[in-house]
């Protein structure tokens, strides 16, 4: 949000009572009050298939008479409203207002304009991290964005994660946790820390959703358990997973454009089958896990676990298909951790036991690409990055 010239915040003081989380955010509709999906679903996502029992449906939709356009997209779950106390242990996403702890009170910025591209912080990007939490504590304090005990130093800047916080990693809830808690303490402070989907977040939200149900992997039958299992999930994220944490990962966006940079999290043109706008595509992919339906959940984890799209001949143009699309001048991926797409080393647990050697991204396809996954997971470096890079 930005604000007009010569426009002062209005500043007040506020306590946790002045907020909480719309009825919707914490009670599923049921099932039978689904409306229509969102006008902005391509075609092959234009006939929902039946939700299960218990799936979250946009409240909107509830009201949308049959066979007619979708009413707007409604607010964000974690938008809160003047009125009761929000739930125990809910922390907003990217568009929210912060947290406020009880007893606690704080300064809150409400502006009537948009505030001015000057007001803007610093954008940070963070690659993939994968339950590495004391790495990802110690290259946040580096760059100076989090303090001695873990919280948000950095005042008004920006800072995006690129998706796949969870699995291979000893501590994925606690990334989790410390992802939603760093994004309420900067929008406190007048910056923001936001993070995308990566694959890694829809394979445990399907391991949790439809465990052993079987689904049609184009090569067989497959299910989300044993794939998480395979792509190194971690009986202990499971075991402290919680509703709290699936419904802010199953509300993260997969794009967004910031400075120029198109952010995503997987080297792949696959997100073009989503939509033909930043927008469409967020909205496609959040309607097709409150679908809640297994075989088209799996086939958005399917696509999104595609790499290399970049890399080789052609690899520039595919780059440029997307900014053509979307916007922005630069792609910036994570996914594909450095090692592995430079061929360093043959899959991504790595094949030498002392770690490859990553000082900072991989810029590559003309210039066009910035790689973040620099390979952490392989004894590699958990890369924070200041954008724009100057190479």
Known sequence: ?????????????????????????????????????????????????????????PPTAASAP???????????????????????????????????RRGDTVQVQTVTEPRSDEGRGPLFVV????????????????????????????????????????DRGPDGIGVIDLVMRLSAEAAAAGGYCKALMGNHELLLIGAKRFADTPVNSGAGTATFQAAWLLNGGQKADMDRLQDVHLQWMSRLDAVVEEDGHLLMHSDTTAYLDY????????????????????????????????????????GSQAVRELLATYGGQRVVHGHSPIPYLLGEVGTEEGDDSSGPVVNGPHVYADGLAIAMDGGVTMAGKLLVVQLPLHD
């Open 1 to 57: 949000m930005t604000q007009g010239a010569g426009q002062e915040p209005v500043v007040r003081t506020a306590t946790l009572r002045d907020f909480r989380v719309p009825p919707y955010a914490q009670t599923p509709v049921p099932p039978q009050a689904q409306g229509a999906p969102p006008s902005s679903v391509p075609p092959h996502t234009t006939d929902p298939h039946p939700p299960a029992p218990g799936a979250p449906v």
């Open 66 to 100: 049959p066979h007619t356009a979708a009413p707007p997209r409604p607010p964000h779950p974690g938008n809160a409203v003047v009125g009761d106390e929000q739930p125990e242990g809910y922390t907003p996403t990217e568009r929210d207002l912060p947290v406020i």
């Open 127 to 166: 690659g993939d991290v994968h339950g590495y939490l004391d790495e990802l504590l110690a290259a946040l304090g580096e760059q100076g964005l989090i303090d001695a005990e873990g919280n948000w130093a950095a005042g008004n800047a920006r800072l995006w994660f690129l998706g796949d916080f969870t």
């Open 275 to 314: 939509g033909s706008s930043i927008e469409d595509v967020n909205d496609t992919i959040t309607a097709i896990l409150t679908r809640n339906d297994a075989d088209e959940c799996w086939d958005l984890f399917r696509k999104l676990t595609k790499r290399f799209a970049f890399r080789d001949e052609g």
